[in-house]
């Protein structure tokens, strides 16, 4: 089975920073694309982030660009989502996905990670 463990969300202030990890473990499995989902209180899940396993060819929600940046680590297996100048509207659930099929669409989740800006 498939387990993709996140980390590194948390409550920041404001203007502040922070970085989320990704990493899958249990079973094997390819990886066509990763990326980052979230949901905010009362609201439908929002594409963030997401990085193309060969070549690295990132999107990203309008909402975040300029801010957050996604990127991989090919040799651990791990994606990244550094998150500069956070806003209040940044709070959410954030989740880890995988596309692994190439269909552009998530396959896999996270449990997901707490992300908390405070005004």
């Known amino acids: 089975q498939v387990h993709l463990v996140e980390s590194g969300g948390g409550l920041v202030q404001a203007g502040g920073s922070l970085r989320l990890s990704c990493a899958p473990s249990g079973a094997t499995f390819s990886v066509d694309a990763m990326g980052w989902v979230r949901q905010a209180p009362g609201k439908e899940r929002e594409f963030v982030a997401a990085?193309?396993?060969?070549?690295?060819?990132?999107s990203y929600a309008d909402s975040v660009k300029g801010r957050f940046t996604i990127s991989r680590d090919t040799l651990r297996n791990t994606i990244y989502l550094q998150m500069n100048n956070l806003k209040p509207e940044d709070t959410a659930v954030y989740y880890c996905a995988v596309d692994s099929l190439g269909s552009h669409e998530f396959d896999y989740w996270g449990q997901g990670t707490q992300v908390t800006v405070s005004s």
């Open positions: 990085i193309r396993w060969r070549g690295g060819r990132t």
